[in-house]
């Protein structure tokens, strides 16, 4: 016996986590005529989402998902925004499609790196029949571009800076872990890992506030996507409050890389870095060398 | 015209950083038949040496630190302990030996990693015809050894967070940045830059309490030696105060380095780990691969 395929519909689907992206990409889909569904994760979405149509389902509640995709016409989806909590294997609620792959599932949640799970994330809501897309084919206005983003770009000290903390993240990339690094003067200062970008630099502002970093030296913040990653998911994502953060910390500029993270309400980013007088940029990061 | 050589004598001399560390040396060097003249560094030495023969010196104070080696006719040192702050270049005080080198000091100090700044000051004491030593050439009994230290053993889960952990550990010290990690169900989700251990095992009890990590996976805490490292400077060490740490933490245990790290007040700490339920083990890496 064969369990039917379900009938998909074209409407867009937002799976929604933490932080002020998924409105963002929300909005932005409107822009583009699309009528957006909002799937808000228990305890990760913290927006309001009275403008949209949405629903609130568990992390691991697979089962809910494939009831409302089916309900609401669903047939492309976007995973947008940060899932702080990753769902104990207990709370994993299979569906008929989901329920041969249970083993693998409670394995990826013990085992996986953040890129796996998501990976495996993926795969599940395609056994749905519904289509996962990347942010930045709903709405590729999103997606940073190569070069100062902004009115000040960076000079040779803040180059090396770009470079070091590059290659810092690439290496954690490399091994699934993080995608943020703060170099200053040269050197690598702090790594991102399971805290996110906001507290790493908290740490920095506060290592700065101790005098454990020249205060003669600026810095930046390198977000790098990580180099198997799959771009549907968890992409890096920079906007205004990044930008106050960054000078909160001291440092002279934020480097994003160009094509694989996403640039956030950039109209409000760009008043504040040069309010501030901080560069954003565009790389494009080489594997054993230096960013542009 | 040639400067004349110092008369140098034999006297062991300890340039005391933060921490505990320096304290350990110096009751160690004691228990060899040593009778240690105590360097301690301004603003990062906070240990009473009241029991000791000493003198408070600045970071930069490099003629200072000549005059003190010549009149106390110290022959060898050890570096020992934490120094959170780097001198800035102005405070760099140079003797008549090293005012050939402060450009190449500057340099340093603005770009260099932590090994790339230690590496100087060791070619600086040098100079003077001191000679540096490890503090495992003092004191051997301090160095990790293979394996189990204490009555509990890395089970399964553990030797795969170790491996995870080492390996991004690996990578970093590659970089000259940081020598720690945790990992968490084989992910990694903190790394070590300038904070330094206890606030990165502060971080991870943060994120422990949030639910952002497994409430049923342990997870270790592993430090490294970075592979290039001069080991006659900032070895890796751990001490009570580390199991203390990790235990709030909810690791069950830590791995270092055997051979190129310390284990401080081992009686201690194995009472502390053993009352814990954690394990302390040294482990051999292996790039590319699994700690043992």
């Keep these: 016996m064969e369990a039917s395929r379900p009938e998909t519909g074209s409407r867009l689907g937002i799976i929604a986590g ?43 509640d697979y089962g809910g998902l494939s009831r409302i995709f089916a309900r609401e016409g669903i047939g492309r989806v976007v995973l947008s925004g940060a899932v702080r909590r990753r769902p104990e294997w207990r ?6 499609r989901t329920l041969l792959q249970v083993p693998a ?29 990347g942010a930045d084919e709903i709405a590729p206005e999103l997606l940073a571009t190569e070069g100062p983003i902004g009115g000040v770009a960076p000079d040779a000290d803040d180059r090396r800076d770009i470079a070091a ?29 399971a805290e996110g970008t906001d507290q790493m630099l908290e740490r920095v502002q506060a290592l700065r506030q101790e005098g454990r970093i020249s205060r003669r030296r600026r810095g930046v913040l390198v977000k790098l996507c990580k180099p198997h990653q799959d ?17 909160a910390a001291g440092l002279a500029g934020i480097a994003c890389e160009a094509g694989r ?9 760009v008043k504040e870095a040069n309010g501030a007088g901080l560069f954003v940029t565009g790389i494009v990061p080489r594997v054993g060398g230096e960013g542009k």
Tied chains: 1, 2.
């Design 91 to 96: 709370e994993i609620r299979p569906n008929i």
């Design 261 to 269: 993270s996403l640039v956030l309400d950039r109209d409000l980013l």
């Design 105 to 133: 599932i409670i394995r990826t949640l013990l085992n996986g790196g953040d890129d796996t799970v998501l990976k495996m994330v993926i795969r599940l809501i395609e056994a749905n029949g519904v289509r996962v897309v």
């Design 231 to 247: 771009t549907r998911a968890d992409l890096p994502s920079i906007g205004a409050d990044t930008v106050r953060r960054a000078a």
């Design 18 to 60: 933490g932080g002020r992206l998924p409105l963002y990409v929300a909005e932005a889909a409107r822009v583009h005529g699309e009528d957006p569904y909002i799937l808000a994760l228990t305890d990760e979405s913290e927006q309001d989402w009275a403008g949209f149509d949405h629903a609130v389902v568990g992390v691991g």
């Design 165 to 193: 903390a590059s290659a810092a993240a690439l290496a954690l990339g490399a091994l699934d872990v993080g995608q943020g690094a703060v170099a200053v003067g040269g050197r690598v200062i702090a790594l991102e890992g």
